[in-house]
């Protein structure tokens, strides 16, 4: 492994010293000098000016492998993370078969090991199957190194079942992530249930879908002092629930998309498939209220929601194409765009805070001893997006001029992307 310095970075360690421009020496893989004058070991890469930090997290990630590897896989899913600035991601157990047992959650790791681009953390379902009937083996995959259990793709609609999976989950410090939309106010929901809607005469969800179950679950927080991670929160009521919950002191931490931070629902008003994913693009007053969660702190994180489909899926009517959009390439500049976020707040939310709920102990940290997982992203760089290293191209972000670009990547002391281009391909990232 080639030891190298990252020189004439803003280096974001979490500690608020980010005044300065300095250097990141990297030797043997792991983060050996920060700070200015310190030396140069190996050989010198220049960043520009461009911030430096840890390596992002994504803990809401489709790879679709196994089954559906005609949409993505864990190879393709690892190379558009890699572009996105990513050294991790979480696997979303919604494969086929939905992985609910060690077997397949250590299939999904040995495969992302074996590509080799992020760290790839299987996560695993809350249920058999996802059927939401009787729960998995959640003492086995916590034991064997799980940390976060979702059916996501669906509620866990039987609260008693819930309950006893956070009963379960709470004793090993494990976290319940939960896909908010009730089932039944939810059934047949093709988007925001609001004008847009009424104007395609197409079935909405309303907004009460998501916030009766974020109330539903708190509730159970209170009874089990489980861990808590609301997925994809899109509504101002949610927020405020959120809030709240936090006031409170509950274990509750909650996540944003890149997608709902961006557009809202008139987005949907010409029914193009693009923009249709659940939870639905939802009010203008929404996207502010998900936009002030992630500022003020009541909204952790970012999670991307890459949810990819093929063409022949997804290029359809609106009724019959998917739920879902890809994001985790241009999630950072996404969020820089619609957001601005403060350095040291955007590698909080989209690093720090995601590797610790995630339990990811080699990822979000830049200091000296930690394994050299690392972004340098440019917050200034125009970032027009047109093309993707993922296998499916359903994303709402194509011919949008964002800002923000994605210098280098280093996964575990190795660059997966520098100065803009995947290591080993000849594209341009973004
Ligand atoms: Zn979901």
């Given at each position: 492994?080639?030891?190298?310095t ?11 010293d ?37 390596g ?38 919604n ?43 959640l ?40 896909h ?38 708190l ?49 949907a ?40 489909h ?50 990811l ?32 191209s ?37």
């Open positions: 492994m080639s030891d190298f990252l020189r004439n970075a803003v280096v974001i360690t979490g500690g608020g980010h005044a300065t421009i300095g250097d990141v020496a990297v030797v043997d893989g792991r983060i050996a000098s920060i700070g200015s004058g310190i030396g140069i070991r190996g050989e010198a890469v220049d960043c520009g000016g461009a911030w430096l930090g840890p992002f997290v994504d803990i809401h990630t489709h790879l679709r492998e196994p089954g559906q590897e005609w949409k993505e896989d864990i190879e393709t899913g690892s190379r558009a993370a890699a572009a996105g600035g990513y050294t991790a991601v979480v696997a979303m157990p494969t086929d078969p939905a992985i609910d047992s060690v077997e397949l959650a250590r299939y999904v790791a040995a495969r992302g090991a074996e590509v080799g681009l992020v760290e790839v953390a299987p996560s695993a379902a809350i249920t058999v199957q996802r059927e939401g009937r009787e729960l998995a083996e003492e086995e995959l916590c034991a064997a190194g799980v940390k976060l259990f979702t059916d996501d793709g669906d509620t866990v609609a039987d609260a008693g079942l819930l309950r006893r999976a956070m009963e379960i989950l709470a004793e090993r410090d494990c976290v319940v992530a939960e908010c939309i009730d089932p039944g106010l939810g059934a047949g929901g093709q988007l925001h249930e609001g004008e847009v809607s009424a104007r395609l005469g197409l079935p909405g969800v309303p907004s009460a879908a998501e916030e009766i179950v974020i109330a539903r679950d509730a159970l927080v209170r009874m089990t002092g489980a861990r808590y991670h609301a997925q994809h929160v899109t509504t101002a009521g949610a927020v405020d629930l959120i809030a709240g919950a936090k006031e409170e002191g509950l274990p509750v931490t909650g996540e944003a998309t890149p997608h709902h931070l961006l557009f809202d629902h008139s987005y008003s010409g029914a193009d498939p693009v923009y249709k994913m659940m939870p639905p693009l939802r009010t203008v007053e929404d996207v502010a209220a998900v936009r002030q969660g992630l500022r003020g702190g009541v909204l952790d994180i970012v999670a991307t929601d890459h949810a990819p093929a063409d022949h899926e997804k290029e359809r009517p609106w009724a019959e194409a998917p739920f879902g959009v890809t994001g985790l390439e241009w999630a950072a500049a996404v969020v820089n765009t619609a957001v601005d976020l403060p350095a040291e707040d955007l590698f909080k939310v989209m690093s720090t805070v995601p590797a610790h709920i995630a339990g102990a080699r990822q979000g940290r830049l200091e000296v001893g930690a394994p050299a997982n690392l972004v340098v992203f440019d917050p200034a760089a125009p970032a027009p997006v047109s093309s993707t290293l993922s296998r499916s359903n994303s709402p972000y194509f011919g949008l001029e964002l800002r923000g670009a994605i210098v280098h990547t280093i996964y575990e002391g190795k660059f997966t992307v520098r100065a803009g281009r995947l290591v080993g391909t000849s594209g341009d990232v973004g």
